[in-house]
T-cell receptor, first 108, second 111 residues
Framework: SQQGEEDPQALSIQEGENATMNCSYKTSINNLQWYRQNSGRGLVHLILIRSNEREKHSGRLRVTLDTSKKSSSLLITASRAADTASYFCATKGNQFYFGTGTSLTVIP | NAGVTQTPKFQVLKTGQSMTLQCAQDMNHNSMYWYRQDPGMGLRLIYYSASEGTTDKGEVPNGYNVSRLNKREFSLRLESAAPSQTSVYFC??????????FGSGTRLTVV
């Protein structure tokens, strides 16, 4: 499978703490994207990082990409209860492949 | 509101029945996709349409057919439903190089 693999599968933190999720993939990519999925809802696009970029920021989100290690990380700073969701990485090569997701719980 | 609309939201089928899942987008996107989501499996691509008039198989196409009716609409058909097709189905659309916009999903149970 060319799917990305997120790590950890589940993460539980206190409100205000930072949350870090990792994604590893197998093939060369054009870009990597992170999505959020609230329970019972569709996926929402968060951020896209291209293969020639190493770091990107969007609000409280920070994404890094290491193409030599075929890995990416998503950092959510100063987490809020509303950040509770599943987070997926998606890698764009010839097609899009989604990972299995990290379930994040932020405890108020 | 602009976005991707899927119907129905919920459906229960008996084994062997057929049904069509409908998807429409109003963002003038060229590409549309059908995914299924199963616990622990992430999202798996069933079929996609890179542009109006074209469709291609994804990772798990068996048991499904699709129709790109026009630029806005992309339907997924189950000709003879099986319990293994119990899943949540998502339609998505995109323009090249940008992120996907997803519908809210169809929860399908085949008994």
């Amino acid at each position: 499978s060319q799917q990305g693999e997120e790590d950890p599968q589940a993460l539980s933190i206190q409100e205000g703490e930072n949350a870090t999720m990792n994604c590893s993939y197998k093939t060369s990519i054009n870009n990597l994207q992170w999505y959020r999925q609230n329970s019972g809802r569709g996926l929402v696009h968060l951020i896209l990082i291209r293969s020639n970029e190493r770091e990107k920021h969007s609000g409280r989100l920070r994404v890094t990409l290491d193409t030599s290690k075929k890995s990416s990380s998503l950092l959510i700073t100063a987490s809020r209860a509303a950040d509770t969701a599943s987070y997926f990485c998606a890698t764009k090569g010839n097609q899009f492949y989604f990972g299995t997701g990290t379930s994040l719980t932020v405890i108020p | 509101n602009a976005g991707v609309t899927q119907t129905p939201k919920f459906q229960v089928l008996k084994t062997g029945q057929s049904m069509t899942l409908q998807c429409a987008q109003d963002m003038n996107h060229n590409s549309m996709y059908w995914y299924r989501q199963d616990p622990g499996m992430g999202l798996r691509l069933i079929y996609y349409s890179a542009s109006e008039g074209t469709t291609d198989k994804g990772e798990v196409p068996n048991g499904y057919n699709v129709s790109r009716l026009n630029k806005r609409e992309f339907s997924l058909r189950l000709e003879s439903a099986a319990p293994s097709q119990t899943s949540v189905y998502f339609c998505a659309s995109s323009e090249n190089r940008y992120g996907y916009t997803f519908g809210s999903g169809t929860r399908l149970t085949v008994v």
